[in-house]
């Protein structure tokens, strides 16, 4: 089991920034990868961004050249730079924590969620 506190939401005006970061804790020494998927309502549950523990990164089109996932192994941190945000964007960003099993990812714990609003 890992346990998984987000923190960084909040409402930003469009062309704004905001860093999310998820810290991990328990039964870390089996986590392969961490990320976040984000949830709007009437829309899909989308992947946004994830991290491998040997820093391979993956994002989604949508998100590509304005987000930029990393990570603090000493704090067992990760951190998610949101620049030029979208109304679009707007959603509740849930981190997790995973590992492979066979070419299946297999989700450890949720962060409680986090609420990300691009509003004027």
């Known amino acids: 089991q890992v346990e998984l506190v987000e923190s960084g939401g909040g409402l930003v005006q469009p062309g704004g920034s905001l860093t999310l970061s998820c810290a991990a804790s328990g039964n870390i020494a089996n986590i392969e990868a961490m990320g976040w998927e984000r949830q709007a309502p009437g829309v899909q549950r989308e992947l946004v961004a994830s991290?491998?523990?040997?820093?391979?990164?993956d994002y989604a089109d949508s998100v590509k050249g304005r987000f930029t996932i990393y990570r603090d192994f000493a704090k067992n941190t990760v951190y998610m730079q949101m620049n030029s945000l979208r109304p679009e964007d707007s959603a509740v960003y849930f981190c997790?924590?995973?590992?492979?099993?066979?070419?299946?990812?297999?989700?450890?714990?949720w962060g409680q969620g986090t609420q990300v609003t691009v509003s004027s």
């Open positions: 991290i491998t523990t040997g820093g391979v990164t």
């Open positions: 997790y924590a995973s590992r492979q099993v066979a070419n299946y990812k297999v989700v450890m714990g």
